[in-house]
T-cell receptor
Framework: DVKVTQSSRYLVKRTGEKVFLECVQD?????MFWYRQDPGLGLRLIYF???????EKGDIPEGYSVSREKKERFSLILESASTNQTSMYLC???????????FGDGTRLSIL | SQQGEEDPQALSIQEGENATMNCSYK?????LQWYRQNSGRGLVHLIL?????REKHSGRLRVTLDTSKKSSSLLITASRAADTASYFC?????????FGSGTRLLVRP
Protein backbone atom coordinates (compact mmCIF):
# COMPACT_ATOMS: atom_id res chain seq x y z
CA ASP A 1 0.00 0.00 0.00
CA VAL A 2 1.04 3.53 -0.71
CA LYS A 3 1.89 5.47 2.39
CA VAL A 4 1.68 9.25 2.37
CA THR A 5 2.81 10.85 5.58
CA GLN A 6 2.14 14.42 6.57
CA SER A 7 4.39 15.72 9.30
CA SER A 8 1.69 17.05 11.62
CA ARG A 9 -1.99 16.27 12.18
CA TYR A 10 -2.60 19.55 14.00
CA LEU A 11 -0.63 22.78 13.91
CA VAL A 12 -1.19 26.19 15.47
CA LYS A 13 0.80 29.16 14.24
CA ARG A 14 0.64 32.94 14.52
CA THR A 15 -0.09 35.52 11.86
CA GLY A 16 3.04 36.48 9.96
CA GLU A 17 4.95 33.30 10.73
CA LYS A 18 6.56 31.25 7.99
CA VAL A 19 4.98 27.81 8.09
CA PHE A 20 6.26 24.58 6.59
CA LEU A 21 4.05 21.58 5.92
CA GLU A 22 5.87 18.42 4.95
CA CYS A 23 4.69 15.44 2.96
CA VAL A 24 6.61 12.23 2.36
CA GLN A 25 5.62 9.29 0.17
CA ASP A 26 7.13 5.84 -0.01
CA UNK A 27 6.02 4.63 -3.45
CA UNK A 28 8.26 6.47 -5.88
CA UNK A 29 5.31 8.31 -7.43
CA UNK A 30 6.12 11.03 -9.91
CA UNK A 31 3.29 13.42 -9.13
CA MET A 32 2.54 15.10 -5.84
CA PHE A 33 -0.17 17.58 -4.91
CA TRP A 34 -1.14 20.00 -2.17
CA TYR A 35 -4.81 20.79 -1.56
CA ARG A 36 -6.68 22.77 0.99
CA GLN A 37 -10.14 21.75 2.11
CA ASP A 38 -12.69 24.14 3.51
CA PRO A 39 -16.33 23.49 4.42
CA GLY A 40 -18.61 23.90 1.44
CA LEU A 41 -15.72 24.48 -0.96
CA GLY A 42 -14.43 20.97 -1.42
CA LEU A 43 -10.77 20.41 -2.24
CA ARG A 44 -8.89 23.16 -4.00
CA LEU A 45 -5.53 22.58 -5.59
CA ILE A 46 -2.73 24.86 -4.38
CA TYR A 47 0.34 23.49 -6.18
CA PHE A 48 1.49 20.27 -7.77
CA UNK A 49 4.75 18.78 -8.90
CA UNK A 50 5.39 16.17 -11.57
CA UNK A 51 9.12 15.80 -11.00
CA UNK A 52 11.93 16.80 -8.70
CA UNK A 53 12.46 20.57 -8.70
CA UNK A 54 9.39 21.01 -10.92
CA UNK A 55 6.26 22.75 -9.73
CA GLU A 56 3.05 24.03 -11.21
CA LYS A 57 0.51 26.43 -9.80
CA GLY A 58 -2.90 25.09 -9.04
CA ASP A 59 -6.08 27.08 -8.62
CA ILE A 60 -5.18 29.02 -5.46
CA PRO A 61 -1.38 29.46 -5.23
CA GLU A 62 -1.40 32.96 -3.77
CA GLY A 63 0.34 33.13 -0.42
CA TYR A 64 1.94 29.71 -0.84
CA SER A 65 5.10 28.24 -2.30
CA VAL A 66 6.39 24.68 -2.60
CA SER A 67 9.65 22.81 -2.67
CA ARG A 68 10.50 19.43 -4.12
CA GLU A 69 14.18 18.73 -3.68
CA LYS A 70 13.74 14.96 -3.49
CA LYS A 71 11.25 12.76 -5.25
CA GLU A 72 9.66 11.48 -2.07
CA ARG A 73 9.20 14.83 -0.33
CA PHE A 74 6.95 17.73 -1.22
CA SER A 75 6.80 20.74 1.08
CA LEU A 76 4.18 23.46 1.24
CA ILE A 77 5.31 26.82 2.57
CA LEU A 78 3.15 29.62 3.83
CA GLU A 79 5.44 32.60 3.39
CA SER A 80 3.65 34.84 5.89
CA ALA A 81 0.72 33.07 7.47
CA SER A 82 -2.62 34.83 7.59
CA THR A 83 -5.86 33.91 9.34
CA ASN A 84 -7.57 33.11 6.03
CA GLN A 85 -5.09 30.27 5.59
CA THR A 86 -6.63 28.42 8.51
CA SER A 87 -7.73 25.19 6.86
CA MET A 88 -7.23 21.46 6.41
CA TYR A 89 -4.26 20.79 4.14
CA LEU A 90 -4.05 17.53 2.25
CA CYS A 91 -1.11 16.07 0.37
CA UNK A 92 -1.60 13.49 -2.35
CA UNK A 93 0.53 11.43 -4.71
CA UNK A 94 -0.22 9.90 -8.08
CA UNK A 95 1.61 7.37 -10.22
CA UNK A 96 0.96 9.27 -13.41
CA UNK A 97 -1.93 11.14 -14.94
CA UNK A 98 -5.21 9.28 -14.91
CA UNK A 99 -4.31 7.11 -11.96
CA UNK A 100 -5.88 7.28 -8.50
CA UNK A 101 -4.48 9.74 -6.03
CA UNK A 102 -3.30 8.61 -2.59
CA PHE A 103 -3.82 11.02 0.27
CA GLY A 104 -2.19 11.66 3.59
CA ASP A 105 -4.32 12.14 6.69
CA GLY A 106 -4.11 15.90 6.45
CA THR A 107 -2.83 18.72 8.61
CA ARG A 108 -5.37 20.89 10.33
CA LEU A 109 -3.68 24.27 10.48
CA SER A 110 -4.92 27.12 12.63
CA ILE A 111 -3.48 30.61 12.21
CA LEU A 112 -4.14 32.86 15.18
CA SER B 1 -14.21 26.51 -10.57
CA GLN B 2 -15.65 23.16 -9.63
CA GLN B 3 -16.04 20.53 -12.31
CA GLY B 4 -17.93 17.92 -10.37
CA GLU B 5 -20.97 18.71 -8.28
CA GLU B 6 -22.44 16.05 -6.03
CA ASP B 7 -26.08 15.66 -5.21
CA PRO B 8 -27.47 15.46 -2.60
CA GLN B 9 -25.24 17.44 -0.28
CA ALA B 10 -26.30 15.26 2.62
CA LEU B 11 -28.02 11.90 2.87
CA SER B 12 -29.27 10.01 5.92
CA ILE B 13 -30.36 6.39 5.61
CA GLN B 14 -30.95 3.34 7.77
CA GLU B 15 -28.41 0.56 7.92
CA GLY B 16 -29.15 -2.02 5.26
CA GLU B 17 -30.64 0.47 2.81
CA ASN B 18 -28.99 1.49 -0.43
CA ALA B 19 -27.39 4.92 -0.85
CA THR B 20 -27.20 6.69 -4.18
CA MET B 21 -25.10 9.76 -4.82
CA ASN B 22 -24.91 11.68 -8.06
CA CYS B 23 -22.22 13.75 -9.68
CA SER B 24 -22.54 16.15 -12.59
CA TYR B 25 -19.68 17.73 -14.47
CA LYS B 26 -19.25 20.31 -17.19
CA UNK B 27 -16.53 19.42 -19.66
CA UNK B 28 -15.41 16.25 -21.40
CA UNK B 29 -13.38 13.84 -19.32
CA UNK B 30 -11.01 10.90 -19.67
CA UNK B 31 -12.08 9.33 -16.42
CA LEU B 32 -14.10 9.98 -13.29
CA GLN B 33 -13.15 8.85 -9.81
CA TRP B 34 -14.98 8.48 -6.53
CA TYR B 35 -13.33 9.01 -3.17
CA ARG B 36 -14.41 8.58 0.40
CA GLN B 37 -13.36 10.68 3.39
CA ASN B 38 -13.92 9.73 6.99
CA SER B 39 -14.20 12.64 9.39
CA GLY B 40 -10.86 14.31 9.98
CA ARG B 41 -8.95 11.98 7.67
CA GLY B 42 -7.60 12.03 4.13
CA LEU B 43 -9.44 10.84 1.06
CA VAL B 44 -9.42 7.21 0.05
CA HIS B 45 -9.84 6.19 -3.57
CA LEU B 46 -12.86 3.96 -4.18
CA ILE B 47 -13.27 3.43 -7.88
CA LEU B 48 -12.25 4.86 -11.25
CA UNK B 49 -14.41 4.67 -14.35
CA UNK B 50 -13.07 5.60 -17.76
CA UNK B 51 -15.00 7.61 -20.31
CA UNK B 52 -15.56 4.55 -22.52
CA UNK B 53 -17.10 2.57 -19.66
CA ARG B 54 -20.73 2.76 -18.61
CA GLU B 55 -20.77 0.80 -15.40
CA LYS B 56 -18.27 -0.58 -12.93
CA HIS B 57 -18.57 -2.66 -9.77
CA SER B 58 -16.37 -3.09 -6.75
CA GLY B 59 -17.79 -5.08 -3.86
CA ARG B 60 -20.90 -3.22 -2.65
CA LEU B 61 -20.13 -0.25 -4.89
CA ARG B 62 -21.64 0.32 -8.29
CA VAL B 63 -20.69 3.31 -10.40
CA THR B 64 -22.35 4.40 -13.61
CA LEU B 65 -21.22 6.99 -16.09
CA ASP B 66 -23.33 8.74 -18.69
CA THR B 67 -21.07 10.94 -20.79
CA SER B 68 -23.97 12.26 -22.86
CA LYS B 69 -25.51 13.71 -19.70
CA LYS B 70 -22.15 14.44 -18.11
CA SER B 71 -23.17 12.63 -14.97
CA SER B 72 -22.17 9.73 -12.77
CA SER B 73 -23.76 7.94 -9.86
CA LEU B 74 -22.34 5.97 -6.98
CA LEU B 75 -24.54 3.30 -5.43
CA ILE B 76 -23.63 1.70 -2.12
CA THR B 77 -25.74 -1.38 -1.50
CA ALA B 78 -26.66 -2.82 1.89
CA SER B 79 -25.14 0.12 3.70
CA ARG B 80 -23.41 -0.22 7.05
CA ALA B 81 -22.80 2.26 9.84
CA ALA B 82 -19.12 2.16 8.85
CA ASP B 83 -20.05 3.65 5.46
CA THR B 84 -20.75 6.95 7.21
CA ALA B 85 -18.40 9.40 5.49
CA SER B 86 -18.22 12.09 2.85
CA TYR B 87 -18.06 10.98 -0.76
CA PHE B 88 -16.47 12.99 -3.54
CA CYS B 89 -16.37 12.64 -7.27
CA UNK B 90 -13.34 13.91 -9.15
CA UNK B 91 -12.79 14.51 -12.84
CA UNK B 92 -9.51 14.86 -14.67
CA UNK B 93 -8.54 18.14 -16.27
CA UNK B 94 -5.08 18.94 -17.58
CA UNK B 95 -2.87 16.86 -15.29
CA UNK B 96 -5.00 17.46 -12.23
CA UNK B 97 -8.20 16.31 -10.61
CA UNK B 98 -11.09 18.60 -9.86
CA PHE B 99 -13.17 17.58 -6.88
CA GLY B 100 -16.76 18.35 -6.11
CA SER B 101 -17.87 19.54 -2.69
CA GLY B 102 -19.07 16.10 -1.68
CA THR B 103 -22.05 14.23 -0.29
CA ARG B 104 -22.17 13.63 3.45
CA LEU B 105 -23.63 10.19 4.08
CA LEU B 106 -24.94 9.18 7.49
CA VAL B 107 -25.90 5.55 7.97
CA ARG B 108 -27.97 5.09 11.11
CA PRO B 109 -27.57 1.79 12.96
Amino acid sequence: DVKVTQSSRYLVKRTGEKVFLECVQDMDHENMFWYRQDPGLGLRLIYFSYDVKMKEKGDIPEGYSVSREKKERFSLILESASTNQTSMYLCATENGEGWPQHFGDGTRLSIL
Amino acid sequence: SQQGEEDPQALSIQEGENATMNCSYKTSINNLQWYRQNSGRGLVHLILIRSNEREKHSGRLRVTLDTSKKSSSLLITASRAADTASYFCATDSSYKLIFGSGTRLLVRP
